[in-house]
């Protein structure tokens, strides 16, 4: 606290960071005029830099809440506003890796080069201002980071996570990866072959006649299978 600047009988002490007013109030007081309370405050407070005009019945009211032989806090700088932290908005539905495959209504299939999260940086609150009328500084918005995993990048401008390639985005220790996989968004037609040899294939639509669908991984058709032939080395087909 600053040395107390006092007019007989009220006494004020400014904080060291101009951020607090605090009032002595002596047992005189009781003898005097809320009107006097407000004179002695005002005067009190030129000393120090600090503007402090109250009304009469709030210097009343100031002095009857004062502790005995105590200091009581009268007025009080401006807080700076806290400002917005930055967050990550998931743009796809992201399922959670370990879930068994009949915990999730459907996978969540991307293509190569989309947009799976977008980075929304914080923003700074609004300055503040002490009882000598300086500014006092926000606290900088907290940072976040987007969740690359596997099979991701960032793109160039830092706000966007982008798939690498085809296959299926899932949540993995917080971050965001995708999973190889063949894609085929339509349907697999009559008496054609769709082979993958090395990850799982998804077929957004359905499997015609004669058609022959097989996999290293996982077999996953969306639509209907008719009279084709599905194959997978693990030994996983879903129909949904």
């Given at each position: 606290m600053n040395d107390p600047s006092a007019l007989a009988p009220v006494s004020l002490r400014l904080s060291d960071d101009a951020m607090r007013l605090e009032a002595l109030f002596a047992p005189e007081c009781a003898s005097l005029s809320s009107e006097q309370i407000a004179e002695a405050l005002r005067a009190a407070a030129g000393p120090l830099g600090v503007v402090f005009d109250p009304l009469?019945?709030?210097?009343?009211?100031?002095?009857?809440?004062?502790?005995?032989?105590?200091?009581?806090?009268?007025l009080r700088g401006q807080e700076p506003s806290s400002g917005r932290p930055g967050r990550i908005d998931v743009l796809v539905p992201i399922a959670t890796a370990g879930k068994r495959p009949d915990e999730l209504p459907r996978k969540c299939m991307v293509r190569v080069g989309a947009v799976l999260a977008r980075l929304l940086p914080g923003t700074p609150g609004l300055p503040g201002r002490t009882l000598l009328g300086q500014p006092v500084l926000p606290r900088p918005p907290v940072d976040s980071h987007l969740p690359q995993g596997a099979n991701t990048e960032i793109a160039d401008d830092g706000q966007d996570l982008l798939a690498v390639c085809d296959g299926e985005a899932v949540l993995r220790?917080?971050?965001?990866?995708?999973?190889?996989?063949?894609?085929?968004?339509?349907?697999?037609?009559?008496?054609?072959?769709?082979?993958a040899e090395t990850v799982p294939i998804y077929v957004r639509g359905s499997v015609l006649e004669g058609a022959l669908v097989a996999a290293l991984g996982d077999v996953f058709v969306e639509g209907n299978?008719?009279?084709?032939?599905?194959?997978?080395?693990t030994a996983r087909v879903t129909v949904a």
């Open positions: 009469p019945r709030e210097a009343a009211e100031l002095q009857r809440r004062a502790p005995p032989d105590g200091w009581l806090m009268v220790s917080l971050l965001i990866e995708v999973q190889p996989a063949m894609l085929i968004l339509g349907d697999v037609a009559a008496g054609t072959t769709q082979i299978v008719m009279e084709a032939h599905l194959l997978s080395s």
